[in-house]
């Protein structure tokens, strides 16, 4: 059903070079780790939080779209986020 909904992505999404790096993020950060991803490997997902200082994160067992399986987890980890200082 969801897939049904998807629109079309811009791939300048996927070839616009990005000017900022990580560590230049001094904001409290939390990370979603989704356990079950296969889109995003769980390694790739591990390194990506190495790579910011300080990033908190929560691992839910859930795939690529933890808004849809998972939404009670998803509330959870956002206002976790929300309340890091």
């Given at each position: ?8 992505q811009s ?28 889109a995003v ?14 990033m908190k ?29």
């Amino acid at each position: 059903m969801w897939y049904s909904k998807l629109g079309r992505q811009s791939p300048a999404a996927f070839t616009t070079p990005v000017h900022f790096s990580t560590p230049q993020l001094k904001v409290p950060s939390m990370y979603l780790f989704a356990e079950k991803d296969r889109a995003v490997m769980p390694e790739v997902q591990q390194k990506m939080i190495d790579a910011v200082p300080g990033m908190k994160s929560i691992r839910v067992p859930c795939g690529h779209s933890p808004f849809l399986s998972h939404p009670d987890e998803t509330v959870e980890v956002i206002v976790k986020g929300a309340e890091l200082r």
